[in-house]
């Protein structure tokens, strides 16, 4: 019986420390991943970081091609209000220099006509 008791506190002794070797095993793996996870959790800040600055970055510029396309559609519209006025002052004359030639012929030919009249009641 004094055997058999121990073997089993012999066994006992083997269990606790078959136990304590998987607790501290188990305990080491359970640092080692928390210290992954801190690093991954350190470097995905840093990669957040860089992407609100690319986008930062890329706001930036799409402002700045707003702005310069703004500006290039105000010059347009600039330019193309000059060509219209332009293009009005030019038909404008030419409106009024075929209105006189209009009048001057509508009066020869008035003129023609009182003429033929004039002559044929001669």
């Known amino acids: 019986m004094k ?3 121990l073997e089993n506190q012999r066994e006992i002794r083997v269990l606790q420390a078959s ?3 998987e607790k501290n095993r ?3 793996e359970i ?3 928390k210290r992954r996870i801190d690093e991954l959790e350190k470097e ?3 990669h957040k970081a860089e992407i609100e600055l690319r986008v930062q970055e890329e706001r930036r510029k799409s402002d700045l091609a707003i702005e310069h396309v703004k500006s290039d ?3 347009f519209r600039v330019e193309a209000d000059a060509a219209l006025a332009a293009l009005r002052r030019e038909n404008a004359l030419k409106i009024a220099e075929y209105e006189s030639k209009l009048s001057s012929a ?3 030919r008035m003129s023609s006509m ?3 009249l004039k002559n044929s009641q001669f």
């Open 73 to 75: 559609i105000q010059n």
């Open 26 to 28: 188990l305990e080491r």
């Open 44 to 46: 995905a800040l840093g």
């Open 31 to 33: 640092r080692s991943l």
């Open 106 to 108: 509508n009066d020869n």
């Open 3 to 5: 055997n058999s008791r």
């Open 114 to 116: 009182f003429q033929v």
């Open 19 to 21: 136990w304590m070797e």
